[in-house]
């Protein structure tokens, strides 16, 4: 163990020594310069790089033991609500590898690239068949960047209709912090819209309601798992003023193949590639958030958009009432390829039987663990539901970071914690479409014991985690004081 742990600590420096080698080049390989040939352009430096020197077995054990500290997805179940970690089939992995594709360059000419401009046309018209949206631009990275590029459509959108007296945003008090975060990036102000029972509260939402108002942000279903009931009303309510809906599609595998949120009266979107369509989330890489509109809207998305003309793909820059680029070249390519492909792999009937996967599975958890805690809405849910542990707080001073760290000596990845806001010691849960009924029992069972040992020994769990190389980090000085510089 004590090995274990001074092993965990050790960065690719601390192996190195002058003169080890990895790996050497045949002389007859390198270059013939000497020292004096660079010395002579002047651009020899004086002191050593500080690259580490280790030999290839080191090198390869450290960086195998380091991806073997992680946890994902491909490791175990992955319960973190609102990121859906859903499993990737790894053929669609495989497809965005061909070497056809990641070989292709944004300055090769159009008539090179017809393969991949087809894929990215064709993408579009899939998503705007399976969310109702007229047209769909695949260029935001992030579903933060589509919720920015969806309040800058609906500024031009009311710019072009001289509604220059609109400034307000409402953003109902369940949603993701992006949601506000993006109104305040385009100079607007937030009225949130207070829930009732883990739904839009409609009184509040109608007090709300003025001329100023430009517009709704929505997540349906909300953070909570909810559909919210009252959709129609709610979408007539804002148009009532001229205002537009947003939909933070975000947690569009609870509803994929059912509902079309045009059909609720949502006017614009964006749905997370990154979580819903088979690429892998977190970690910060690349993603991609189209950005989907109804009809009169379509002007105003971003450029590039790809057309296709007399049987041949183009791209197209020149839309003089488009918002312009938001992105270099066509977006994270590599993320519309594996969507693609999966779309293909799993046709409608296979999207909507993952929305039936997704939300039964929820709903099967739901119901058992509601036999040992307390759940923060009633009825049905969507693909995730949440926990409080008011109770338990109260009672054994277990809050729901506790349980987290607990989880983790059951070798499970933790449920997202502490969000949504509006509910005392959350702890939010989504099985996802991809697990199996086995994997999913077994976390229950971790749950219930847990739920036992709050009752036998709390402190086991308020110092947990136990089996781990390093307890309770303090995650405050981790944010703010990083120590990311290697000091020899
Ligand atoms: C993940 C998420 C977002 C933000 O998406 P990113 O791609 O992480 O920027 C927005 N809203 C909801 C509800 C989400 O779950």
Known sequence: MKKLIEDSRKLIFDYSKRGKRAYSLPPDYLPQITLDDIEA?????????????????????????????????????????????????KVNEDIASMDGFLELHPYQDEEDIQGILQILYELERY??????????????????????????????????????????????????????????????????????????????????ISDDVAGLMLTNPNTLGVFERDIIKITDLVHSVDGLVYWDGANANAVMGYLKPVDAGFDIAHINLHKTFSTPHGGGGPGAGPVGVISKLTGFLPVPRT????????????????????????????????????????GSRGLKAATENAVVLANYMKHRLSEYYEIATEGICKHEFVISLKREKKEYGVRALDVAKRLIDYGYHPPTIYFPLIVTEA?????????????????????????????????LIINAPQNTIVGRLDEVKAVKEPELRYRA
């Not at 050593?48 to 390869?60: F, H, Q």
């Not at 973190?80 to 990737?88: H, I, Q, R």
């Not at 007296?165 to 992006?178: C, Q, W, Y």
């Open 41 to 89: 352009t002047g651009l020899l430096r004086t002191t050593r790089p500080g690259l580490p020197e280790v030999s290839e077995v080191e090198l390869v054990r450290h960086y195998t033991r380091l991806s073997k500290m992680n946890y994902g997805v491909d490791d175990g179940f992955y319960p973190l609500g609102s990121c859906t970690m859903k499993y990737n089939p």
């Open 127 to 208: 998503l705007s068949n399976i969310f109702g949206f007229s047209e769909f631009s695949l260029q935001p990275c992030a579903g933060a960047q589509g919720e920015y590029v969806g309040l800058v459509i609906m500024k031009e959108y009311h710019k072009s209709k001289n509604n220059v007296h609109k400034n307000i945003v409402l953003v109902a008090d369940s949603a993701h912090g992006t949601n506000p975060a993006s109104v305040t990036g385009v100079g607007w102000k937030i009225k949130t819209v207070k829930s009732l029972n883990g739904l839009v509260d409609m009184e509040d939402l109608k007090s709300k």
């Open 307 to 346: 057309i296709f003309e007399n049987g041949r793909y183009s791209i197209v820059n020149n839309v003089p009432t488009s918002i312009g680029k938001v992105h270099a070249f066509y977006g994270n390519v590599n993320v519309m390829i594996r969507a693609y492909s999966y779309i293909r792999f799993m």
């Open 427 to 459: 702890i939010m849960i989504e099985p996802t479409e991809t697990e199996t009924i086995e994997s999913v029992d077994a976390f229950i069972d971790a749950m219930i014991k847990i739920k036992e040992e709050m009752r036998n020994n709390p402190q």
